[in-house]
């Protein structure tokens, strides 16, 4: 199996992103190509044997192979020929805007790839972060209460503290804590530095929290282990930075059967059927004894593989069952039947 | 002003867009270029002056320029130099599948091309039903009851006569009105021909429907007057055709003052800011004294035109003032420092 790790893009998290796709080296034990998707979005074929972060912050790329976009995947120039690059599906792994966004999405399906991500529609319900609201309490997962504010209306009437963040990062660039009258402003100001609009929700102390990743393959969903992660009030770019990074496994953290059970129901209401082909996690709170989502992260760092116990066979067996896109037929009945009855057909 | 008419797709409605996009040439007098996307989605320039639904029918478009979209635009080969097609701004005028739901505009945004037309949120929440029903229950705008069902869940709980529409097509496609116990089967076999679920709703006979489109520009939607449309039960698809070439004026609902400001209302509630830089139209129910939204149509038959008074202003005046992207500056700050503090920098 060959399979194409596409990352970079015009994404805050750009950076994140090369950390990511390097890290998915060490745990998927096929071919793997990369594909970088540079600041100003022109796609680059990076050898593998010589990636490293520096052949991106130095510019060294630049001199890779430059790739285009067209029907059917990826092309490159050689002499007078044009070459496809070859592979049997690609990952997703831009972190952030483009890939949370629904942009890559859009442009493999369009061009007709096949890829572990987030489709169009998953992708706009989980990166704006109302939506995410929205689509939870249709599907009846709780989460916390909140309220949206934007430039023109910065009224706040949740009761303090309370969590700022930007509408629509994927990351926690951009939000602050806000436990005092006198730093909502500069709370909002960060997070409108990001996003015309903001989401503000009641900041739990010491919450309790656990994530929880998966996909669904074939009929079931095969779901990682549950881990409670380590407190950090916000991480901050640096340990995000680390964060992504991660290859060695965790712990499992320690929950009734019955606890266990709740977060995997809640993560298979919030999976299926939308996140299909993605291999997402999802991040709960546990307040007063309820199960309450977080966030969904479609593209987690390094796809969570630190979570499963076998990530190089669940991305293995993903990649060829991946969903298969219905094929439209165009004919043209109409415009037939009518040049006909004006005589002309 | 110089304005590029984007038109076909692999969509059912592939032909009403040809149909809508040559309607246009009637109602915008400024320079236009037709960009057509074929079945097999690529796109070729079409000389303005000779185009005809037939050049589209018959494949002669095949001999028209080839295309290629990459970062800055749609570009073409001549001798040994590449051109790019200039123009000021797009016009997504693709009707359901590609351009209703997220993919042409992910293209254009990543591509970095200007167009008139829904974003990737706005078509997400508008091409999905399920989710044009969260949006306006949020946004405080009425709909009707609805349940969902699926291939796998094709229980029907309304009572009888409910109206059967797939999910996903934007469109009178694949749509039934059930009125007895025995026709369930065949509705829900037809919708999921287009789409694995599907949306039920009462069907309310001859119920009072009202029209309206708009857009922002500036600080202010303008909008176009309100039609009540004929009663047509659905429209069949070759009604549909010719609704879509529609560029004859129509005449203004009789309303109250107070009816008409609740219609718009309900309008600008479900147009700001989510539909920004697109000219939508959205279909409302009057039942019983009360507005429900029908539905919203994020890229109507050439653009709805014959509902606006001043149709080619209103175009030219937004294609220059559509919403700016805020473009990501991306920094190796991390890789940077962690390079650096390894003494490799």
Do not use: W
Request: aromatic residues 12%.
């Amino acid at each position: 199996m060959r399979l194409a790790i596409v990352f970079g893009g015009e994404s805050f998290e750009h950076e994140i992103s090369i950390v990511s796709a390097i890290a998915l080296k060490k745990v998927i034990f096929c071919e793997l190509i990369y594909i970088f998707c540079d600041k100003n979005r022109n796609f680059y074929l990076i050898p593998t044997p010589e990636i490293n972060s520096k052949r991106f912050s130095s510019g060294k790329y630049l001199n890779d192979t430059k790739l285009t976009l067209k029907q059917g995947g990826f092309y490159f120039k050689k002499l007078f020929k044009e070459s496809r690059v070859e592979f049997d599906a690609a990952i997703n792994i831009i972190h952030g805007a483009d890939g949370e966004d629904g942009k890559i999405a859009a442009l493999f399906d369009f061009f007709g790839i096949s890829y572990i991500g987030p489709n169009i529609e998953a992708s706009a319900i989980s990166y704006n972060k109302f939506f995410t609201k929205l689509y939870a309490k249709a599907i009846g997962v709780k989460t916390v209460d909140y309220e949206i504010v934007s430039k023109d209306n910065r009224n706040i009437s949740l009761p303090l503290p309370v969590i700022v963040k930007p509408l629509r990062l994927g990351s926690s660039i951009g939000v602050s804590v806000v436990r005092e009258p006198k730093e909502i402003e500069y709370a909002l100001d960060t997070a409108f530095e990001f996003d015309d609009e903001a989401i503000v929700e009641p900041f739990i102390e010491n919450v309790a929290e656990y994530n929880i990743a998966g996909c669904k393959i074939g009929d079931s969903i095969r779901y990682s282990i549950i881990e409670e992660p380590e407190k950090e009030l916000i991480l901050d770019f640096e340990k995000k930075y680390l964060d992504f990074s991660r290859t060695a496994k965790v712990y499992e953290a320690r929950l009734t059967e019955i606890r266990h059970e709740e977060i995997r129901k809640n993560f298979k209401l919030i999976y299926e059927p939308l996140f299909e082909g993605a291999i997402i996690r999802c991040d709960f709170f546990l307040i007063k004894n309820k199960i309450y989502l977080n966030e969904i992260n479609p593209n987690p760092g390094s796809l969570a593989n630190y979570l499963f116990e076998e990530f190089n066979s669940l991305v293995q067996d993903l990649a060829p069952s991946l969903p298969k896109r219905k094929k439209i037929t165009v004919e043209y009945k109409y415009i037939n039947s009518i040049q006909s009855a004006k005589g002309k057909a």
